[in-house]
């Protein structure tokens, strides 16, 4: 763990117990008390708010993810292009026999 985050936390637990005892108002010290644990709990969200990887960094990634999914889907792509040229093809001698038909 983050040695500023273990420090923010004993600061805000030894501020706390004095917030209790110094003021007589629970609610106000309940209020300070409170204030503190969201700021240590935005410390904690923020702990890592630089490491974040680029933006070309994620590009790569999912380019190599998309050319991973395109290479294992290479065999159903070719399957769906013999159907669609054989689709065609049956489509071409239908309209090609509907030409030669006679006409009345």
Known sequence: ????LVLAGLIWAAVSV???L???DVIVAAGL?????VLLLVLFVAR???T???FEE???IRARRRKDRWERTADSRAR??????AHQARKAARSAGADDAPQR
């Open 48 to 50: 890592d708010w630089d």
């Open 22 to 24: 110094a003021i007589p």
């Open 58 to 60: 994620r590009e790569m």
């Open 52 to 54: 974040h990887s680029s």
């Open 80 to 85: 769906d292009r013999e159907r669609w040229e």
């Open 18 to 20: 004095v917030a209790f």
């Open 1 to 4: 763990m983050n040695g500023r």
């Open 33 to 37: 008390v409170i204030f503190g644990a």
